[in-house]
């Protein structure tokens, strides 16, 4: 299982948010390039960086401080926000990210997911936002009626990278990883899955250990920042456990 630093852009900044509320941003750092390379340098295997003024607007907001990510580091770097194109697509892998996620256009546009899908293979990841199970899109601001496992079986055989759940509602909350509805979705399709939202603790990582669904990462934000999970011994335990071995 891979731990996936999370990297939130709000105008330039490193922030995080409360359940996806723009209006709550916690900032934490003024250049993401710095807090990249702390991560990078903490032995960070992957980063997973989102541009959040890009999923609320279309379009790439925070270019510039992604660019500088991407230059600052050597590790692998999992983008999306904003991203609704196959031009936008092949234009950040050209420029050095290893993974684009699509959310918004997973519902909205599927068959440009399913072209990204065929165009890059290994190199897309969906993210599945949910808010009491449905998809939310349009940096979550809007929810719709189709459900997280409904959503993930349309593309389970289309050559995804990841899927990666977040529950919406523990999202920046501290509040524990929902692990019951992401193991649920691993086991109930084949593409590898990611978990977000609500990490709070090494506890977190234990359980999605435990529930034996072959959850392939976890990303954390908050708890990172706040102290409250170190990296290092977050890695340390993935390490001793065999969780960081090859393929998870």
């Given at each position: 299982?891979?731990?996936?630093?999370?990297?939130?852009?709000?105008?330039?900044?490193?922030?995080?948010?409360?359940?996806?509320?723009?209006?709550?941003?916690?900032?934490?750092?003024?250049?993401?390039?710095?807090?990249?390379?702390?991560f990078?340098?903490?032995?960070?295997?992957?980063?997973?960086?989102?541009?959040?003024?890009?999923?609320?607007?279309?379009?790439?907001?925070?270019?510039?401080?992604?660019?500088?990510?991407?230059?600052?580091?050597?590790?692998?770097?999992?983008?999306?926000?904003?991203?609704?194109?196959?031009?936008?697509?092949?234009?950040?892998?050209?420029?050095?990210?290893?993974?684009?996620?699509?959310?918004?256009?997973?519902?909205?546009?599927?068959?440009?997911?399913?072209?990204?899908?065929?165009?890059?293979?290994?190199?897309?990841a969906?993210?599945?936002?949910?808010?009491?199970?449905?998809?939310?899109?349009?940096?979550?601001?809007?929810?719709?009626?189709?459900?997280?496992?409904?959503?993930?079986?349309?593309?389970?055989?289309?050559?995804?990278?990841?899927?990666?759940?977040?529950?919406?509602?523990?999202?920046?909350?501290?509040?524990?990883?929902?692990?019951?509805?992401?193991?649920?979705?691993?086991?109930?399709?084949?593409?590898?899955?990611?978990?977000?939202?609500?990490?709070?603790s090494?506890?977190?990582?234990?359980?999605?250990?435990?529930?034996?669904?072959?959850?392939?990462?976890?990303?954390?934000?908050?708890?990172?920042?706040d102290?409250?999970?170190?990296?290092?011994?977050?890695?340390?335990?993935?390490?001793?456990?065999?969780?960081?071995?090859?393929?998870?």
């Amino acid at each position: 299982m891979i731990l996936y630093p999370a990297i939130d852009l709000k105008d330039g900044a490193v922030v995080r948010l409360a359940r996806g509320a723009m209006e709550a941003a916690t900032k934490y750092a003024d250049d993401p390039a710095a807090q990249a390379r702390s991560f990078a340098a903490a032995g960070a295997e992957w980063l997973h960086v989102v541009d959040l003024d890009g999923a609320v607007s279309g379009r790439p907001v925070n270019a510039s401080a992604v660019a500088a990510i991407l230059s600052a580091v050597k590790i692998p770097v999992q983008l999306g926000g904003g991203i609704r194109s196959m031009e936008r697509a092949e234009s950040w892998l050209e420029q050095g990210a290893a993974r684009i996620v699509l959310g918004t256009a997973a519902l909205k546009a599927p068959d440009f997911v399913r072209a990204a899908c065929r165009a890059f293979p290994g190199r897309i990841a969906i993210g599945l936002d949910a808010r009491a199970g449905k998809v939310a899109v349009e940096g979550w601001a809007e929810t719709g009626d189709v459900t997280v496992t409904e959503l993930a079986k349309r593309f389970e055989n289309e050559g995804a990278a990841a899927l990666i759940h977040t529950d919406i509602e523990r999202d920046g909350m501290l509040s524990g990883v929902n692990v019951a509805a992401t193991a649920a979705l691993a086991r109930a399709v084949k593409v590898p899955v990611i978990a977000s939202g609500g990490v709070a603790s090494l506890d977190d990582l234990r359980a999605l250990m435990a529930a034996n669904a072959g959850i392939a990462g976890v990303i954390s934000g908050r708890a990172l920042y706040d102290g409250r999970l170190g990296l290092g011994e977050a890695l340390a335990l993935l390490r001793e456990s065999g969780a960081t071995r090859p393929g998870n």
